[in-house]
């Protein structure tokens, strides 16, 4: 009784995280609608960073709603100008702050405006020594008056590249937002004859529809009950039961082993990757691919290198 009140306590711990989180987002994502209009310019995102005093790049593409490759050419286009300093280009998922003159740039910006503002004032009233929240605001808002930068810079549209071909018995950790490129090479795998298995956090009947993945076989993640011709499984230990004895019938098969983040919070991070261990380890006796998809950014960075270690790692 009491790990399942334990379980339950954990559950809605993450369940106000996640709901907090949402809403976080979505009034972000309302700021910088008025602050930088619906066009999204280098200028935005260095509003974005300037105003929280940094963040990662898959969450000022959730905010700023453009794709991850997008927030890349910017970052780099900043960069370049001495605006944002980034922890590692080589980091899946780096983290950006304002350099020092951005924020001196800022600071001076605030000062003039505090000066024009105080003129003919009483001359007890004395100017706060810091900026408030509004007066942030109101300096990134005129950003454009304090720093040098283009008025806008479109990414050029990228060049789709080939996807590599999988060695057989190798496990790969795909580093990405949504599951769209692990699911063109689950395909790719498909059909070049390969038997696949395909696990997912979505209704198997709407994969079906949109990605045409006929043919295949589905385990559905999900704890609710479902019509008899849709397989589920919700637990990591039933998981690995039905993708071992999936391998063990079909020795040259690939398999899309999506919902890595459902598995995590609803069971525990060490016993996740004990699964991803096993699952490794028993692909790489046979002549069967594993692609395990995962968002960078819903895991921690004590998290991440750890599956890093245990797969080849797609970016």
């Known amino acids: 009784m009491g790990n399942f009140e334990d379980g339950k306590k954990v559950w809605r711990a993450l369940s106000e995280r996640e709901a907090a989180r949402r809403k976080n987002l979505r009034d972000l994502r309302a700021f910088m609608e008025t602050l930088s ?37 910017f970052m780099r286009y900043l960069m370049k100008r001495g605006l944002v300093d980034v922890e590692s280009l080589k980091h899946p998922n780096p983290t950006m702050k304002p350099t020092h003159s951005v924020l001196k740039k800022m600071k001076k910006a605030y000062k003039k405006e505090r000066a024009r503002e105080s003129e003919g004032a009483a001359p007890e009233i004395s100017t706060p ?84 993945c006929e043919g295949c076989k589905f385990i559905w993640l999900t704890s609710v009950q479902t019509p008899a011709e849709i397989e589920t499984v919700s637990g990591v230990q039933d998981l690995s039961i039905l993708v071992g004895n999936f391998l063990d019938t079909k020795p040259d098969c690939v398999i899309l082993l999506d919902g890595l983040e459902y598995l995590i919070s609803n069971n525990n991070f060490p016993l996740v990757l004990k699964l991803v261990q096993q699952l490794r380890d028993k692909v790489s006796t046979t002549e069967s691919k594993l692609i395990i998809p995962v968002n960078p950014g819903a895991l921690t960075d004590r998290q991440l290198p750890l599956l890093d270690v245990e797969c080849e790692v797609m970016r």
């Open 129 to 212: 020594a810091e900026p408030s929240d509004e007066d942030i605001d109101r300096a990134i808002t005129d950003l454009d008056l304090t720093l040098d930068l283009e008025p806008t810079m479109e990414p050029e549209p990228a060049i789709p590249q080939p996807e590599p071909d999988l060695i057989p018995g190798a496990t790969y950790l795909v580093l990405e937002e949504r599951d769209e490129r692990s699911i063109t090479i689950f395909k790719k795998e498909v059909e070049a004859g390969h038997e696949g298995l395909f696990v997912s956090r979505v209704n198997p009947k709407i994969i079906r529809k949109k990605h045409d």
């Open 37 to 73: 209009g619906k066009k999204k310019t280098p200028k935005s995102l260095l509003k974005l960073v300037v105003y929280i005093g940094g963040l990662r790049a898959s969450e000022a593409a959730d905010i700023l709603g453009v794709k991850r490759q997008a927030i890349d050419l």
